[in-house]
């Protein structure tokens, strides 16, 4: 016990170093305990966080910030509606082909898992084969009923999404035109003396910032390209993949793994073992390869790279506390973590004596 109560006065004796542990705790418990019904607000905040720089950089410009706020939240509402009316649209026309395609293919892999016996009897057997067929067959009924209660409960779904929608750009543009009337309000609740929080906010700042619109850039050119490669091939459901390749980024190295599997079968059902086959292949793996080797290093230059089993620890932690939310956010809130880390005062060890100090002393 007297080892615990000396590391907390060791670590928690500087008053600024109280503070910042508050602050992250007060954080954490609106997260846990109002991140639900705050969605639209924190989905607002990271919005005006990435159109905050290009607001920035009209203003470097001598732009009047009223104006350049103006402009950047109707190319925002622009893009927006472009989303919502260009894109959704055929991305959800889509994903109805795919499920209505879904049984022909589960049916074609039931007939190709029930060749494999008689043609490689040594590796596999029937039972094997039988008890995969039971487990797949389990997994889609589960699935279905799945999406049967989704539907059921569609409509208030629907007025959520609504809702959304219609607030989510409305909180956008009052975050930008009042940002600091509101940065100004929450410093006036904050201790006078916080000189720890504001260097661990200044380098969260930097470094999310970074982070976060480097990855939007990232998403855009990933998915454009992935579209236009798939396209051109002629792989089905062009639109769906490349999607989904875009927002695979979000997950370093666990993304672009998990992806390959739905773009492999895709594929295969389409073309079966064929040369269309492996030339969808080789150029998703010729996109994932310039991804990870030349457009990271040119977005993220100035971020501060984590370790890959800090990515996948941060993926995992995160993602168990708050699901899909939290992986997408689990580079951010681990650069987070960095920066606490970072800035969190360490015990200085006491000088080692002098040779004639010592000498003298003896």
């Known amino acids: 016990m007297q080892v615990v109560k000396d590391w907390f006065r060791r670590h928690f004796s500087d008053p600024q170093v109280v503070i910042l542990a508050l602050v992250l705790l007060l954080g954490l418990v609106v997260v846990v305990f109002f991140g639900t019904m705050l969605a639209p607000v924190f989905t607002a905040i990271v919005l005006a966080y990435l159109l905050e720089g290009l607001v920035v950089r009209l203003e470097r410009w001598n732009v009047p910030r ?67 067929i039971n487990d797949v067959g389990g997994g889609i009924r589960v699935l279905s009923q799945a999406v049967v209660t989704q539907s059921l409960s569609s409509v208030g779904g629907a007025i959520s999404v609504l809702v959304f929608i219609v607030l989510v750009p409305v909180l956008v543009f009052f975050f930008l035109k009042d940002k600091d009337k509101i940065l100004a309000w929450i410093d006036g609740y904050l201790p006078r003396d916080k000189a720890l929080v504001r260097q661990v906010w200044h380098e969260v700042d930097i470094q999310i910032g970074n982070y976060v619109r480097g990855k939007v850039v990232e998403i855009l050119i990933v998915g454009l390209v992935t579209y236009v490669v798939f396209a051109l091939l002629g792989l089905q459901y062009a639109i769906l993949l490349a999607t989904l390749v875009g927002f695979s980024v979000l997950i370093p190295y666990i993304g672009a793994a998990v992806v390959t599997i739905p773009i492999a079968m895709v594929a295969f059902f389409q073309w079966g073992w064929s040369a269309e086959l492996a030339w969808v292949m080789v150029g998703y793996g010729i996109i994932q390869a310039l991804d990870g080797n030349a457009l990271v290093p040119v977005l993220f230059s100035e971020v501060v790279n984590l370790h890959p089993v800090a990515i996948i620890v941060a993926v995992l932690v995160f993602g168990g506390f708050w699901g899909i939310w939290g992986v997408f956010f689990a580079i951010p809130l681990a650069t987070l973590v960095n920066a606490v880390l970072r800035a969190w005062p360490k015990q200085q060890s006491p000088p080692a004596p002098e040779p004639d100090s010592v000498a003298e002393d003896a």
């Open 66 to 132: 009223w104006v350049a706020v103006l402009l950047v939240f109707v190319t925002f509402v622009a893009a927006f509606l472009f989303i919502l009316l260009g894109i959704v649209p055929p991305l959800a026309r889509q994903v109805s082909q795919l499920v209505q395609q879904l049984p022909d293919w589960i049916a074609q892999g039931r007939e190709l898992l029930l060749r494999l016996p008689q043609r490689y009897p040594q590796v596999i057997t029937q039972q094997q084969v039988d008890a995969i």
